[in-house]
């Protein structure tokens, strides 16, 4: 629909002056982030067409745009970005114990550096749009599809995918996880059985196993799959913090505190296991711990 239509270098001004510069069919006049939690402050988003860089020739831009993020001392740091979400590596950290020794955040420009290093839904659609048999990129373009609450269109992408040669099973997962999300848990449900034919012992079919029963409130079943989880993949971001979720929803503070913690440090932009720690930290009576992690909750969203 927008073959012929130029692609156009847009510099776009978003939480903590964050300058980010990508490739647009137009560029954008306005937008909006989105959080579930009403009380959340009214962001901004600005963006204009920039002169003097050139054009992008095609489509075919890659995945890792270049960001810029202005430094407070005046300085300018630039990073080129790592592929996140589903189908992406992850570095593992020390895990941090859920005691009583206060949690750090990490400082305003530790979180707006890393901010900056993320691809955007753009330029992972354009890349996926590059090779949609890939499926490492279109894992990556999935998933942070779900995270912006956009199911719908994650299925679609799924379906080209799955057209262009993609890899089966791991499809299959992500079409189970976006029905999930769709509230189609029977979908879903199906779509893990068969992904289980494939690969039966593979982590991924425990992850979806046990995030489908914390959609469904059932707290308990998620235990199982989701250790068993973990255990086969120990820096699975994701994993943590359902664990954390599961924990938190009976009534074990502590646990669901070192696995929200978990999760955080493995994937520090999660802003729903932020979120977590915040909570958490706000039932043991340590508010003025929690406060830090709601704030960086709000700026991971809004990115």
Known sequence: ??????????????????VVIIPVREPPVCGEWTYD?????????????????ATPESKATPIQPIRVVADPKGAT??????????????????????????????TGEQAAVSR????????????????????VRALAYIG????????????????????AGGDLFALTCARASALGAKLRYDDAEKMIRAAAKLRPDAAEVLLQTGILSCRRARWRDAVEPLTLAVALEPDNATAHYYIGEVLNHTDDKKGALAAYERAAELEPDNWRALKGVGIVLDRLGRSTEAAPFYKRAREAQRA
């Open 1 to 18: 629909m927008h073959e012929g239509v130029p692609l156009v270098p847009v510099e776009s001004y978003g939480p903590d002056d964050e």
């Open 116 to 135: 900056a290093t993320r691809p955007t839904v753009e330029a992972l659609r354009l890349a996926f749009e590059q090779t949609p048999g890939d499926t």
């Open 144 to 163: 942070l599809l779900e995270k912006k609450g956009d199911a719908e269109t994650a299925l679609k992408v799924i379906d080209v995918a799955e057209a």
């Open 37 to 53: 939690d009403a009380e959340l402050e009214e962001p901004r988003f600005v963006a204009r067409r920039i002169d003097g860089i």
């Open 77 to 106: 740091k630039t990073a080129r970005a790592v592929p996140t979400g589903a189908g992406a590596p992850s570095v593992g950290a020390p895990a941090t114990p859920g005691g009583t020794e206060p949690v750090r955040p990490r």
